[in-house]
């Protein structure tokens, strides 16, 4: 069970509404995914027009958690504002915090990441927070107080998956609060491998909406997260240098 702030879920899996082909599709992902928590860039949506297309109108919004974010900002003032927008719309009071530093990598920036996350957590929302892989940040951030730490295993939309093992690992060991992988997950054996490695959850958009068959690739990160986790708490064996023996000898008759 995951356990983000006083909210509770079965699922692992968080998934974005956006870059789907088409409404039917995202809504045929979205319902083999058994996610229950849904994120959208409340910048993509004129939430006060409802003349506006909604990537959301499909959807039986009672079914799922919404986790506005704060996608396009790039200070901590204008993450602050499109927070409050989500707030004021009734959508959540829930939020994840994305504030990007650098546009070729589209890292995140972080001094205005902590910055708006410890704002955030002031006023009292429940605030995840998307950052790097970097352990001192994350370290920062849960002191500041949010509620969970999306570390991104690589670049937003590049598909390498897990690229830094060792400090996502050095992240999951040292934090408290929920760590959700967020970013660069590409196939499922992606996302069983941070789950491996002690992740909380896994938050991905463009490895289902933007593959050949969204629904099926949905269902498939929906195993792998569930796969990976109870590899992670099964405790896999340790590795070692030379093979050793299945049966034991002893018990082999002359």
Known sequence: MLKIGDKTFQSRLLLGTGKYPNFQVQKEAVAVSDTEILTFAVRRMNIF????????EELDLKKYTLLPNTAGAKTAEEAVRIAHLAKASGL?????????GCERTLLPDPFETLKASKQLVDE?????????DDVVLAKRLEEAGVHAVMPAASPIGSGQGVVNPLYLQFIIEQAEIPVIVDAGIGAPSDAAYAMELGADGILLNTAVSGAKNPAKMAEAMKLAVESGRLGYEAGRIAKKEYATKSSPEAAMME
């Open 49 to 56: 027009d409802p003349n506006e297309p909604n990537l959301l």
């Open 92 to 100: 959540c009071d829930m939020i994840k915090v994305e504030i990007i």
């Open 124 to 132: 009292g929302f429940t605030v995840l927070t998307y950052t790097s």
